[in-house]
């Protein structure tokens, strides 16, 4: 795996005697992208600022690119683009004014270019207009532009698919993926929307009031296989365990009258044999294909915000 | 890194796209014809010079200057928070205090301009008003004892004004930085300036040497245009020295405030 562009070590931050984001710790390497997941308040947007240097942290240490984000700003911010929450524009400027606004800001940025992303966000017919009259959808589409528009090698989005529309987010998952597959660069997403990560991101990172729960991978070799989990629709349950024993298949009551098992294609039709010759009722079978909402929710514990 | 001027360039974008900006201008003018005109109907025309009208619009409507430029410098900071836009304009390689300098000085820019849009357009109406065909009886009166010449009079006023808005400018930007709301720090500075302002000379006559140090004895510099100070024993020289440590110590406060805060709105 290539260097990390993003370190993060150890990063903590309290507001007042609340610790929001506790002894944080991750790397990010060029060319991935890398899901940042959790449920409302967990503290997506908090660690996001600190990467962006919005805020300060109150204990460890980020770099990007090999620049510490406190210490060396100008350099370390230099290669990254970003959304934090929502893409606040001026309202009073037309979307292209923004944009030179922020084309501005860094050297070599040509008006081509500027053209060229609008483009890329679908944008041309309302780019003159003032942003005071985009959509939210639109709103998101202009903050994107505005975050790729010096091709940064760290693109941090955060809930960067709110408000878009199905075409939208659909366009975003395949254009995030072929920048970190075809430009090489690391990409950065939080949200809490589980089948969205699920699609866009290699791997995830879920959060959980302000502490790394886990890290998954969700493409690639080490991704974890889909468990096949047999739900089977039976009278009596007990007897239907007992079956399985003696087949040496661990089984598991599900409900009052269906039991669970881990079982590929042959094998499901090989235990409804041996359920049926022992005399039980089978009403039916299904697949439970467990998604990484389940895992999600599962590591989260499906807990409420607080 | 790189080039700065492109940052001040982004600033005055902010100010001068807003449709605000130009009917400030706009009131100022207008202000300036409007007053010139009812004196060429309602004055005496042939012994009215065109230096007592151009003088006496300046002194009214510099206070206008003033609360315009306080309005935009407040704005500067408290909007960018208000609106969301600070995050998206601080994730730039620029250090935040180059970002904030960008701002200061747009501002100062456009107090400048506007001193200078009202310095122009007095004489310039009132030229045309008064002074093509001045009577013979037109006789400049403000100046004083001296008889000095009436512009480099005028002169002189205006810097001594823009030396006094430089300060209150720069404490409403600072109360901008601070409050992050523009509506409390333009209340805030508007409330020093007028209020205090009007107390000012109850104030003065106390006795108490602390009163020497207080900001608002100093803001009027055109007290020394004329040789009677507020308080005796006070010059030039001394109350530039008290408005320069008062506009260090704004600066300095704006600036560490600026940089070390979060930016969590
Ligand atoms: N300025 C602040 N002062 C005090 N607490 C804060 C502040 N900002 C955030 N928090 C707290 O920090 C926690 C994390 O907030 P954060 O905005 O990072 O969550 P999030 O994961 O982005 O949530 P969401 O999915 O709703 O966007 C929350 O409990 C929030 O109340
Ligand atoms: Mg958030």
């Known amino acids: 795996m290539e260097q990390p562009i993003v370190k993060l070590h150890n990063v903590t931050k309290k507001i007042g005697k609340r610790t929001i984001i506790d002894r944080l ?35 460890g240490e980020i770099t990007i690119g090999g620049h510490s984000i406190t210490k060396e700003y100008e350099k370390a911010i230099r290669h990254v683009g970003a959304i934090v929450e929502n893409p606040e524009m001026y ?16 050297p070599g940025i040509t008006e081509h270019r500027v053209h060229e992303v609008v ?19 639109m709103r998101q589409r202009l903050g994107v532009a505005q975050a790729i528009l010096h091709k940064p090698q760290l693109l941090i989005l955060d809930e960067p698919t709110n408000g878009l529309d199905p075409a939208g987010i659909r366009e975003l998952r395949d254009y995030l993926r072929l920048l970190s597959k075809e430009e090489g660069i690391a990409v950065f997403v939080s949200s809490h929307l589980l089948s969205e990560m699920e699609l866009m991101c290699d791997r995830v990172a879920i959060i959980q009031n302000g502490k790394l729960i886990d890290v998954r991978t969700i493409r690639g070799e080490h991704a974890a296989k889909a468990s096949n989990r047999v739900v089977i629709e039976i009278d009596q349950p007990q007897a239907a365990i007992n079956v399985l024993q003696a087949a040496g298949l661990a089984g598991e009551l599900e409900g009052t009258n269906a039991i669970a098992v881990e079982a590929d294609r042959e094998s499901t039709a090989a235990i409804n044999a041996s359920l049926v010759a022992a005399g039980i009722k089978v009403y039916g079978i299904r697949a439970q294909v467990k998604t990484l909402e389940d895992q999600f929710l599962e590591v989260t514990g499906g807990e409420r915000i607080g | 890194m790189g080039n700065f001027l492109p940052l001040i360039q982004n600033e005055n974008m902010k100010i001068y796209r807003r449709p605000r900006t130009w009917v400030m201008v706009g009131i100022l003018v207008l202000l300036v014809l409007t007053i010139s005109i009812l004196w060429l109907i309602f004055g005496e025309r042939s012994n009215t010079s065109m230096w007592d009208v151009a003088f006496m619009e300046s002194s009214i409507l510099f206070l206008l200057v003033t609360i315009f430029t ?30 904030l300098l960008s701002k200061y000085i747009s501002i100062m820019i456009f107090a400048l301009l506007l001193a200078i849009i009202l310095f122009g357009s007095t004489l310039l109406v009132n030229w045309i008003c008064f002074g093509i065909n001045a009577g013979p009886d037109a006789e400049t009166t403000f100046v004083g004892m001296d008889g000095g010449n009436p512009f480099s009079y005028m002169l002189k006023y205006y810097g001594l004004t823009l030396v006094s808005l430089v300060v209150t400018v ?15 720090a333009i209340g805030f500075a508007l409330f020093l300036l007028l209020g205090v302002n009007s107390f000012v000379g109850l104030i003065a006559m106390l006795d108490y040497t602390w009163i020497d140090y207080l900001l608002f004895i100093h803001l009027n510099l ?28 704004f600066i300095a406060l704006t600036w560490y405030i600026f940089n070390k805060r979060d930016v969590a709105s």
């Open chain 2, 222 to 249: 055109t007290q020394y245009l004329d040789g009677n100070p507020m308080r005796e024993g006070m010059t030039l020289g001394y109350s530039l020295t008290v408005l320069g440590v008062y506009y260090v110590v």
């Open chain 1, 25 to 59: 710790t991750l790397d990010l390497p060029l060319g991935e992208v890398f899901g940042f997941l959790g449920p409302n308040g967990s503290g997506k947007t908090t660690t996001i600022r600190m990467m962006v240097g919005l805020m300060s942290l109150t204990d």
């Open chain 2, 170 to 184: 720069t404490l409403a930007f600072m109360l901008s930085t601070i409050f992050r709301s523009s509506g409390l």
């Open chain 1, 91 to 106: 309202k009073y400027l037309s979307g292209y004014d923004n944009l030179i606004h922020y084309a501005r800001m860094i």
């Open chain 2, 70 to 99: 306080v309005v935009i410098a407040a704005g500067g900071v408290a909007e960018e928070f208000t609106s969301g836009t600070i995050k998206l304009l601080l994730i730039r390689p620029w250090s935040r205090s180059k970002i």
């Open chain 1, 119 to 137: 483009k890329l966000v679908g944008l041309e017919g309302r780019i003159r207009d003032k942003v005071r009259t985009y959509s939210l959808g």
